[in-house]
Structures are given as structure tokens and as C-alpha cells.
């Protein structure tokens, strides 16, 4: 085996270390982004069950805790195998909507959450659908292909909770 280095976009170095595989840049990528995701949704279903009087969103940020929280501790690991070091953070674009949705009042945090949850998980569908399909790195493509019916699952409750608050619009 040699030393490989593992690099994601704009030439920033992701890890070093002997392994049989190394990540693409797309893999490296990908595994940052939902590092950085799963801890936007655990942070912000914590919000949800602080903030909202709405017990469909208490209970949907509740579930948001409990399977991203299980799903950044498998990214990780793979992160940890493949000499990954992953964020264990927001990104600044997350970072900011929290820090918007805290300063909210209830019935507006509500909506907001509630279209936030809509619109970002319908993204990461798209992006762990991608990776499970043209992923090179075998873990990483696992852990996107083993995660997507469970991002599945919260967009279909979401939608629901949604239609609730709309009146089935």
C-alpha cells in the first residue's frame, strides 16, 4: 500500500493516511457536507423541540436528534477509516439560519422550520441519491445508499406536518 493524500474542492486537505482506497474529491465532498448537515439537523431539531408549541414539530425535531445523531456517528467513523477528518459542526450557511430561526417567535419559528425542513432534506435526497449512484469510495456510498430511506422518511413526515399547518395546501 502507499500514502494518499485526500483532498475535496479547492485543494484543502481532507486527510492523510495508508489506505486501500481513497475517497474521490466528489466523496471527500460529500462525506463533508453531510458531516456539516447531520449536525445542522441535530442543532436545529434540539431548537424545534425548545421552541415550537407545535407537538408534530416537537416530536419531528425529536426524531431529526436521535437519526442524525446516529447517522453523523456512522459518517464519522467511515470519516475515522478512510483518515477523514469530518466537521462536527455547522457550516456558516447553517450557522446562520440557526441563529435566524432562534430569534424567531414561535408561530413564525414554526413556519420557517417547518419550510427550512422541506427544502433541505428535499436537497439531501438529491445529493445521497447521487452518491449512492456514482459514489467511487465504497463506504461513503454505502453510508449515503443506507441513509437516503431514512431522509425519505423525515420528508414524508415533514410534508404531512406541513399539509397539517397549510390545511392540506
Not at 70 to 97: C, H, N, R, V, Y
Request: proline share 5%; charged share 25%; aromatic share 6%.
Amino acid at each position: 500500500m502507499k500514502h494518499i493524500i485526500t483532498t475535496f474542492c479547492c485543494g484543502a486537505v481532507v486527510g492523510l493516511g495508508i489506505a486501500a482506497f481513497a475517497a474521490s474529491p466528489a466523496d471527500s465532498k460529500f462525506a463533508m457536507t453531510a458531516a456539516h448537515g447531520g449536525d445542522a439537523e441535530v442543532q436545529l431539531g434540539k431548537l424545534a423541540q425548545e421552541r415550537s408549541t407545535n407537538p408534530d414539530i416537537k416530536a419531528f425535531g425529536e426524531l431529526m436528534v436521535h437519526d442524525h445523531g446516529e447517522a453523523d456517528q456512522k459518517l464519522m467513523a467511515i470519516g475515522q477509516q478512510e483518515s477523514m477528518t469530518l466537521p462536527a459542526d455547522m457550516d456558516p450557511k447553517q450557522q446562520a439560519m440557526y441563529n435566524k430561526l432562534k430569534a424567531m417567535p414561535e408561530p413564525e419559528f414554526d413556519k420557517a422550520y417547518v419550510a427550512d425542513m422541506l427544502k433541505d432534506h428535499e436537497e439531501d435526497i438529491r445529493a445521497f441519491t447521487k452518491e449512492a449512484n456514482t459514489g467511487t469510495d465504497p463506504k461513503i456510498k454505502q453510508f449515503a445508499a443506507d441513509t437516503l430511506p431514512v431522509l425519505q422518511g423525515h420528508l414524508e413526515k415533514i410534508k404531512a406536518i406541513h399539509a397539517k399547518m397549510t390545511g392540506g395546501m
